[in-house]
């Protein structure tokens, strides 16, 4: 399974990086990703506010075909590495500030990034590594603090 890949592109910017998945190490989270990726989706990636240098996509309702409570903690940490991606599923009125339901995908394009939100530290399962293209898929994701949100398309590597 190993040899399953992702990219994630930039759409306006024509910008593309790949994506090696962690098979060994997040199993059923790459099973689940790799499942709601039948068909690319294109997203709009938006700045995370508390975690530092990472930009967030929510997973479409299209693409929702597992059961996320059902997803087993895999490869968890709260400091991530520059091109890890990770999942992270906030089920309605988790949090007492915030009532809705998260599907998201992050992924981290420099130093210095943890998984901290508004009431604190929050582990995270890391299903993959961006490993062709960060530096221009970073570039990208820098813009996006200046610009605003930008549309990518995330989808299994043909």
């Known amino acids: 399974m190993t040899e399953k890949k ?13 994506i090696s998945l962690y098979w060994e190490t997040a199993p059923e989270t790459c099973k ?4 709601a990726l039948e068909k690319p989706i294109q997203i709009p990636a938006s700045h995370a506010i508390f975690s530092g240098p990472e930009i967030m ?3 479409p309702e ?17 400091l991530p590495q520059p091109g890890e991606m990770l999942w992270f599923y906030q089920p309605k ?20 990034g943890r998984t901290f939100g508004p009431t604190g ?8 590594r ?3 293209g960060l530096d221009a898929v970073a570039n990208q994701c820098r813009l996006i603090r200046k610009e ?11």
């Open 62 to 78: 299209e693409a929702r075909n597992f059961d996320p409570l059902a997803l087993p903690p895999e490869n968890q940490t709260v």
């Open 121 to 128: 530290w929050i582990s995270c399962t890391y299903f993959a």
């Open 57 to 59: 996509m929510g997973l």
């Open 32 to 35: 689940a990703i790799w499942g």
């Open 93 to 112: 009125n988790f949090f007492k500030i915030d009532p809705d339901e998260f599907w998201e995908v992050g992924m981290f394009y420099g130093e210095g």
């Open 148 to 158: 605003g949100i930008k549309t990518v398309e995330l989808g299994r590597l043909a």
């Open 130 to 132: 961006m490993t062709e």
């Open 6 to 18: 992702l990219y994630l592109k930039f759409v306006e910017a024509d910008v593309t990086g790949i």
